[in-house]
Nanobody
Framework: QVQLVESGGGLVQAGDSLRLSCAASGRTFSNHATGWFRQAPGKERELVAAISGGGSLYYEDSVKGRFAIARDNAKNTVYLQMNSLKLEDTAVYYC?????????????????WGQGTQVTVSS
């Protein structure tokens, strides 16, 4: 059984940094694509960043240069480092795992999801 456990969310001020963690059991992250999605109130869930099994990276334009996705294979954990946080980054953040090895950008390409962690950025 595949389980994804997220941690690291919280309340921060604009300009601050935060690191989200997604620890997996039942699936080896290095063999699969992993994505970070977010959903703000009134908006659809959107892909923020993704990493393929081979380490290829994808970022949404609005977070390029500020966010970084990384993987620690020894810990089977994927991270999302968020720097220079803005008010518009406020959302529930979800990690998700795909059966695909290559980069996956669609919600339909992911079969396992974490429960979500709240990130709130205040001014």
């Amino acid at each position: 059984q595949v389980q994804l456990v997220e941690s690291g969310g919280g309340l921060v001020q604009a300009g601050d940094s935060l690191r989200l963690s997604c620890a997996a059991s039942g699936r080896t992250f290095s063999n699969h694509a992993t994505g970070w999605f977010r959903q703000a109130p009134g908006k659809e869930r959107e892909l923020v960043a993704a990493i393929s099994g081979g380490g290829s990276l994808y970022y949404e334009d609005s977070v390029k240069g500020r966010f970084a996705i990384a993987r620690d294979n020894a810990k089977n954990t994927v991270y999302l480092q968020m720097n220079s946080l803005k008010l518009e980054d406020t959302a529930v953040y979800y990690c998700a795992s795909s059966p695909a090895y290559h980069i996956a950008t669609l919600r339909s390409e992911y079969d396992y999801w974490g429960q979500g962690t709240q990130v709130t950025v205040s001014s």
